[in-house]
């Protein structure tokens, strides 16, 4: 999931629109891959600090969807979080580096904006 995340994050960095914020909001992975999880969090948080994007980060015991809000109101989730895309074949197959080429699984992906939802 690191590796997806930051593979978004570096198109929101190369987009055409300018990113301030990030605001992650993600369950903790289980046992031993928690301490890599925070680790790999904090690189990419370091790493967005350079383009001048601030990574807010939180953690949900409860949650289940992945969540990825915008400062400008808008908000995504995706059921299998950003894990969507099938594997390649072999490492010499199309698809292998251009994940544009990638057959996906199937999933949902919701986009909102803030001033059309309730917070309860």
Known sequence: QLYNF???????VKGPCKVKTIHLLTSYDEGSGRSQQISGLEEIQQSLRNYGVTLNIAFSSSIHDREIRFNNGWMIKIGRGLDYFKKPQS??????????????????????????????
């Open 6 to 12: 930051l593979r978004f994050c570096e198109m929101l």
């Open 91 to 120: 490492r010499f197959s199309i698809g292998y580096c251009d994940f544009d080429l990638r057959p996906c699984h199937e999933t949902t992906v919701d986009v909102f904006h803030t001033k059309h939802t309730k917070k309860m």
